[in-house]
Nanobody, 122 residues
Framework: QVQLVESGGGLVQAGGSLRLSCTAS????????MGWYRQAPGKERESVAT????????NYADSVKGRFTISRDNAKKSVYLQMNSLLPEDTAVYYC???????????????WGQGTQVTVSS
């Protein structure tokens, strides 16, 4: 079984910083794109940032460009999200995502972490 485990969420004041981490474990053959998504109360889940395995190409939501930085460590099967200059509207549950192939599957599919709460107070 494949698991994604996130850490690093919490409560921070506006203007502060947090760093989220996510590590994949289990019977993993290879990981393609990894990313972070978030879901605020009453809203749909949205993409925050993604990063490819080859070339580390990144993509960010317009609302976080210049404030958030995504990175990954392929050897550790981990992805990170450095969040600076946090705003109250960044408050949400943040989910780690990985598009990967396990040894138990013949194709790639999406896996999700359990989510970590980020709360930014004004």
């Amino acid at each position: 079984q494949v698991q994604l485990v996130e850490s690093g969420g919490g409560l921070v004041q506006a203007g502060g910083s947090l760093r989220l981490s996510c590590t994949a474990s289990g019977s993993i053959h290879s990981i393609s794109v990894m990313g972070w998504y978030r879901q605020a109360p009453g809203k749909e889940r949205e993409s925050v940032a993604t990063i490819t395995s080859v070339g580390a190409n990144t993509n960010y939501a317009d609302s976080v460009k210049g404030r958030f930085t995504i990175s990954r460590d392929n050897a550790k099967k981990s992805v990170y999200l450095q969040m600076n200059s946090l705003l109250p509207e960044d408050t949400a549950v943040y989910y780690c995502n990985a598009f990967l192939k396990s040894y138990d599957d013949s194709y790639y599919r999406n896996y999700w972490g359990q989510g970590t709460q980020v709360t930014v107070s004004s």
